[in-house]
């Protein structure tokens, strides 16, 4: 098992950036399919990027470009670099783990774990 805490969520202007982490205790992050997904009021939970076991990520096309996924396996955490954030980017941000997945996978219940979640609120 896994446990996932995130962080560095807040209020940003658009155009800024913020960089949200998770930190994983239990097994290692590389052992997963780790993946950020983001919840806004009223709306379904969305997939917004995932890096494979391997290493490789992917993105929606809502993000690519903006965002990027990395793993720092020493410190066990998975980070979420968010660039040129727009107001539609605010959501309630959420890290995710996945042992079911070979590859990667965009659907929320392939993935096993879950953090708290962080807000994440982009002003215009």
């Known amino acids: 098992q896994v446990q996932l805490v995130e962080s560095g969520g807040g209020l940003v202007q658009a155009g800024g950036s913020l960089r949200l982490s998770c930190a994983a205790s239990?097994?290692?992050?590389?052992?997963?399919?780790m993946g950020w997904f983001r919840q806004a009021p009223g709306k379904e939970r969305e997939f917004v990027a995932a890096i494979t076991r391997s290493g490789n990520t992917y993105y929606p096309d809502s993000v690519k470009g903006r965002f990027t996924i990395s793993r720092d396996n020493a410190k066990n955490t998975v980070y979420l670099q968010m660039n040129s954030l727009k107001p539609e980017d605010t959501a309630v941000y959420f890290c995710?783990?996945?042992?079911?997945?070979?590859?990667?996978?965009?659907?929320?219940?392939?993935?096993?774990?879950w953090g708290q979640g962080t807000q994440v609120t982009v002003s215009s």
């Open positions: 239990g097994r290692t992050v590389s052992s997963y399919v």
């Open positions: 995710a783990a996945s042992s079911k997945v070979t590859g990667f996978s965009i659907t929320t219940y392939l993935y096993d774990y």
